[in-house]
């Protein structure tokens, strides 16, 4: 007998799977129906999922953020720097997290239709249930589009496993473009289930974690965006994309303006407000419907918390791990006077008292938009040493959706009109003026080449979503990492000599002694010019710009990245001992 998970508490996101029954039992009625559809939703969260592995183990040494100091380990530190084996520690359980996930969204793909409910119960249930379809395979989607791009080809299972009588147990890996195409279609149906999210506002729903079609859209887009951008195909072993590319990113574009005219979603006017007010304060959900899509976090264990604040982020009263690092070359990527860059990077600790400041190197910068400091309702005390904080990981932005449209817009008509005007909304934001006013000073220059404009993409992107797990997928879809890696090693021992365009930043910065500011308030001194010859009074010196960058940072950067192989994770050794038809990937 087929059982799923249920659970009862009162937040939506809070059902932990507790029990089991039948699925004669939990699809006989739609408050079951729902709870097993938390059950899904569950999938997400945890140490498995976006509270720590899928969210910074996976996701780092890019060009804005690199993973923890020390020796290898055959565990997180060999992910960050592109040395997993089949191995390694840290790669099954998120592997098989993902495939639960899917066999769950399959239960309830399978058999919330055929409940009596469904075609003909009150127009209230039936609009109900029709929603948890379309979830249901939303979420299905998102489980298999982080398993393909972090492990390319995988096996074809779309339905649950009670219903395959007599197939074959071990089941061989499909080409991805398949499974992306299957999960295109599952959400153009989806988008046509689920509502929008202005239409929720008097149900009390937490929209920013349950889905929604600007939700499923905007998701819709980015897997559009990945199966027309490059990856590491298993059958040539080099990076690729279809021919029909420009297909995809159709879809992608027609997806991201339909959200945009919608007028379903916003951005916030302040970046810091976003983070500081809305995702460390914990909000159910943010008025202007930017964060679109989180993994939720219940603040109960590591099977549905997150580590978010605790394993990246400054410490308070050394209570954190400190484990995810800025770039010294990504810091100064940020314009003096973008706002943004004094949230996503946190440039000190936070001491026993709470408020006063340390300010720390330049290459022991935490990434800052997740901080145990800026946590609230409530506050953490500064004693408290748990690590489970109750931080939602960002799975989708409206920002994000912005910028894939200006991308999109560019790659099929050049830049437009309408393509300046999604960049530049997002950066008017990070430099603090009207997202609606145009503004010489920080809009892009008229004129661009489409070569240029794109180029000023991948700029934007790393500037606005820095440090939330988008960056490295990024650059595999353009085909750009290995550049982009060699270019940031170059970069870093370029600054570590104090040459080239960062011949004149300073090599100590000063701090004041009780510092208690987020972020360049701290500073007695310009993080731009040279450090002054004496000492400001009141402050504390610490080295910035200089050759230890070569001997830190640059030392474990990405060092066992290989074209052609480290593109993709090794498929779990575990996972190939229990099916002898999983193959591997190129190069392990």
Known sequence: MTTIFLGSCKKFLNQMPITSYGTNVVFSDVPHAYQALAGVYAQLSGDQGYGIRLSLYYTVDNDETQGPTGNPDNDRRDIARYQATPGNAQLNNPFQQLFRGIEFANICIYNIPTMSQYNNGTDQEKKELQRMLGEALTLRAQFYFEAIRNWGDLPADFQPASQIAGANPFPTRVNRDSLYDRIISDLKT??????????????????????????????????????????????????????????????????????????????????????????????????????????????????????????????????????????????????????????????YIVNADGITKTGQTITAINDGKYRRDWISNPTISPTDKTQYLGLKWQILRYSDVLLMFAETENELNGPTAAAYNAINMVRRRGYGQPINSPNAAVDLPAGLSKSDFFNAIVKERSLELGGEGVRKFDLIRWNLINTVLTNTKNALTAMSNSSGIYANLPKSMYYYKTANGDDYTIWANSLYKPAPSTTPANTTKITWVSSAISTTALARFATGFTPNKTELLPIPQPARDANYNLTQNPGY
């Not at 974690?209 to 951008?229: C, D, S, W």
């Not at 964060?291 to 050394?318: C, E, H, I, R, W």
């Open 190 to 347: 989806a988008e046509d289930l689920v509502p929008w999210r202005n239409d929720l506002a008097s149900i009390g729903d937490p929209i920013d974690e349950r889905i929604t079609k600007g939700t499923v859209k905007g998701l819709r887009a980015r897997i559009a965006l990945f199966r027309g951008g490059y990856s590491l195909r298993n059958t040539s072993g080099v990076m690729e994309r279809s021919a029909d590319y420009l297909k995809y990113y159709q879809i992608a574009h027609d997806e991201c303006n339909d959200i945009i005219t919608s007028g379903q979603h916003n951005l916030n006017p302040s970046f810091k407000n976003l983070f500081k007010n809305y995702v460390c304060a914990r909000a159910v959900s943010d008025p202007d419907g930017e964060l679109m899509f989180q993994a939720s976090a219940v603040g109960a264990n590591g099977t549905a918390d997150s580590k978010l604040g605790y394993y990246d982020g400054p410490t308070v009263n050394g209570n954190g791990n400190k484990s995810i690092n800025i770039l010294p070359t990504y810091f100064y990527l940020f314009d003096s006077t973008d706002l943004r860059r004094d949230v996503t990077c946190a440039p």
